[in-house]
């Protein structure tokens, strides 16, 4: 039985978890004898969310969960449990969308305060040690509860996660692309008005729909928001990789936060759009993003979850350069070349000093490693070096495609080794663990981690022709997240309910999205048809962009190709699989036809 009074973080995995170890809170993890000892003792139960990487995160660590005062409130009422959200997607949403639903709002940390019986009352953000810019100090707000609770503890209701109904069956394909352009910024690119989230879903959908119907329109969308992302704040020019989000519409200051799953992302927008544009500042970003991964993710074949946005608590440092800086790296020759391309000034762009952005699709690759040999002596991010399956995946994945478009000489036994080591170091006994760190592994099961490790597993069968073992054992084991239609992110039974998925494709695709891409495609592996398979519809523009893209391929917008030797990727269309078969083959809008020769073939594809 662990100690209670005292914090317990010192013995966490996690690398989030342990950076609140030394906060004079007596910190638990979620788990079932936390949760029992809370029932037990009749205590409120107060869960704080966050990760590793996450700014708001680091500054209420430093000061309400540092405060004695504070400290001394929650060990005596509460029994305080500290929750990665990347280890436990489960408890981070169902408790998000109580403070969403409850709130308005949401964000991390997410603090939410549930009764002994685990029932959630109380829910919000950050609050600061001392009221501030309209906000309540941490020890008020924990005063206000504990008398809410003591009039209120018998009137609290169960909190049920709502179904939002999205409407399916009224858009057609060319109604969803009408409302993504509206939705488009066709100012800066992108979507929205203010603050800046790489759309990588809708880019996906957007470029498959491309590849089908070639639609000019549909390009100077992509394109657009394409060359601004490459160009602009969002990304890290120097070392390749991409920032989390810009905090402006102009896409100029980021959120300094590298995220694994944005990479992989990134990885699949920009080596899809090289394939269908043929513009070789896209493969240099597919390039540029590869090498980041290898010196700045990976370890022993599988790759980290994120690089902090703060370096010694300040956010960005490692990232920025003052104008005097810049001058002292550089000789005077160099360093008007570098103000010729990017956009540099006395006074910087941010707090004083210089990020850096380009004015054009170019390099000046001796200049910038010569400034990333600098940078590099800096005081770097902190790294989570937590390794998560499902992100892992879609980086493979991502591999993948670069190797396919880019013709990447390496990308496709990177992400053979990478899934190889997925397989081996977090399938065991027969559980798809979610993540691990320090080769210690999670014991919970989740979706999306089953659905993505399948999908890698479908791509990986088309290079090499083997792999159907695997295919069904992880289909099987995907199949079991859906009932009755519904699909579910975890398991029943453990420490938590089991809650249905989420349907929303931000900032990856969900995990309903990628499990029934990889249904879809793993059906076509071994050669079966889902009863079910005809039935999804379009949703939503940009909240399901895509499972709009998994609805568009399984309506017969992709190529099934059989033939006895593998085509090159570059002589077949973006939407097609390539499957063994005894001769030659395409299946198109339900229609197949077979042709004598390859040429035939390739000739048929050209013209299509």
Not at 248 to 271: G, N, V
Not at 305 to 318: C, K, L, Q
Request: glycine share 6%.
């Amino acid at each position: 039985m662990p100690n209670f009074k005292r914090n317990n973080l010192d013995s966490a995995v996690s690398p989030y978890l342990r950076q609140h170890k030394d906060n004079p809170i007596h910190w638990q993890e979620w788990d079932k004898e936390t949760l029992d000892y809370a029932k037990k003792t009749n205590k409120l139960l107060f869960v704080s969310i966050g990760y590793a990487t996450c700014h708001w995160c680091h500054v209420m660590a430093s000061e309400a969960f540092s405060n004695a005062e504070i400290a001394d409130i929650l060990n005596k009422y509460f029994v305080s449990i500290k929750v990665d959200r990347e280890q436990r997607p489960d408890l981070d949403q169902y408790f998000m969308e109580f403070a969403t639903q409850t709130t308005g709002s949401g964000g991390w940390p997410l603090n939410v305060i549930l009764s002994s019986g685990q029932k959630p009352f109380f829910a919000g953000t950050y609050f600061p040690v001392e009221s501030q810019h309209g906000l309540l100090s941490f020890r008020d707000v924990l005063v206000r509860v504990l008398g809410w609770y003591k009039e209120n503890k018998n009137n609290i209701s169960e909190f049920r996660m709502g179904e939002r109904k999205v409407k399916e069956g009224e858009r057609t394909i060319d109604e969803l692309i009408v409302e993504i352009g509206h939705a488009f910024d066709r100012t800066y690119g992108g979507f929205g008005q203010s603050t800046k989230f790489p759309p990588h879903n809708a880019l996906l959908f957007l470029m498959s729909y491309y590849g089908a119907t070639g639609d000019d329109t549909v390009a100077s969308l992509i394109t657009q928001t394409l060359d601004t992302m490459a160009m602009r704040g969002l990304h890290d020019h120097l070392q390749g990789g991409f920032f989390r989000y810009c905090v402006d519409r102009q896409w100029s200051i980021p959120h300094f936060e590298k995220m694994l799953y944005d990479q992989a992302m990134h990885l699949m927008s920009y080596s899809m759009a090289y394939k269908l544009f043929n513009r070789t500042a896209y493969k240099r970003v597919v390039d540029m993003l590869i090498l980041c991964l290898e010196q700045t993710f990976e370890h022993n074949g599988l790759l980290y979850s994120a690089h902090d946005a703060d370096t010694d608590h300040e956010e960005g440092t490692t990232y920025l350069w003052s104008y005097q800086e810049l001058q002292d790296v550089l000789t005077n020759a160099e360093f008007e070349k570098l103000r010729a391309l990017y956009t540099v000034t006395q006074y910087g762009n941010f707090e004083g000093r210089n990020h850096l952005i380009k004015k054009e699709h170019k390099c000046l690759d001796t200049i910038e490693n010569k400034l990333l040999g600098a940078r590099k002596k800096r005081p770097q991010p902190f790294v989570d070096k937590k390794i998560v399956t499902s992100w892992n995946a879609l980086a493979g994945i991502g591999l993948i495609l670069a190797f396919r478009w880019t013709s990447h000489r390496s990308a496709k036994q990177k992400a053979i080794k990478l899934f190889d080591k997925l397989i081996r170091e977090h399938f065991r006994d027969g559980k798809l663990a979610h993540s691990s760190c320090k080769g210690s592994v999670q014991e919970q099961e989740f979706l999306e981690d089953y659905a993505s490790v399948l999908l890698l597993a479908t791509y990986i069968y088309e290079e090499i022709g083997e792999g159907k073992e695997i295919i069904e054992t992880l289909l099987t084991k995907l199949e079991s997240f859906r009932c009755q239609g519904q699909w579910f992110m975890n398991r029943a039974g453990g420490d938590f309910k089991r809650i249905p998925a989420r349907p929303f494709d931000h900032p990856t695709p969900s995990g309903i999205s990628l499990g029934e891409l990889a249904r879809f495609r793993a059906h076509r592996i071994l050669q079966r048809v889902a009863s079910d398979e005809t039935k999804i519809r379009f949703k939503q523009h940009l909240e399901n962009d895509f499972y709009n893209l998994v609805v568009f391929l399984q309506r017969g917008n992709y190529h099934e190709l059989h033939t006895p030797h593998k085509l090159l990727w570059k002589d077949v269309p973006i939407n097609s699989m390539q499957l063994k078969g005894t001769f030659y083959q395409d299946c198109y809008q339900y229609q197949c036809r077979q042709f004598k020769t390859k040429k035939e073939l390739l000739s048929s594809l050209r013209t299509s």
